[in-house]
């Protein structure tokens, strides 16, 4: 997963780390930065849903072969702030052939739950390992 990490420039230019991976998890964390609020002043959801889109692309490449999402939505439960450290915690539901289910969970510190996320896997065909 280090290499694929190399390569993510969105995580690595938002500040996003790669706190954990096993098989079919996955653990990132973000700090909200001033210029990821919306005009309430708190955190745009499409930073919301990027972490947790990233954990799950972290969850669903920990197999190896290219994976990518075929669909995802987020339900957002309560605002994140400037300063908040946030966790993505992705755990697999189900892998059946080429597809898989993820969801996603987004706390704060408190272990407030900020945003659930589900998202549903595809694995390219003929791709190469990339872990």
């Not at 780390?17 to 998890?25: A, F, Y």
Request: glycine share 10%.
């Amino acid at each position: 997963m280090a290499a694929l990490y190399e390569r993510d420039l969105a995580c690595q230019g938002l500040g996003i780390t790669l706190d954990e991976v096993s098989t079919g998890r996955a653990s990132m964390r973000m700090t909200v930065a001033p210029a990821m609020v919306n005009g309430h002043g708190i955190a745009h959801g499409g930073y919301l849903f990027l972490l947790a889109d990233a954990a799950f692309s972290y969850a669903c490449n920990s197999y190896g072969p290219v994976t990518v999402a075929q669909g995802a939505q987020v339900t957002f439960l309560a605002p994140a702030a400037v300063g908040d450290e946030l966790v993505a915690e992705a755990v697999e539901r189900t892998r059946s052939g080429r597809t898989g289910i993820y969801d996603v969970t987004v706390r704060n510190a408190a272990e407030k739950v900020i945003a659930e996320f589900r998202g549903q896997s595809v694995m390219l065909a003929g791709q190469p390992h990339t872990a």
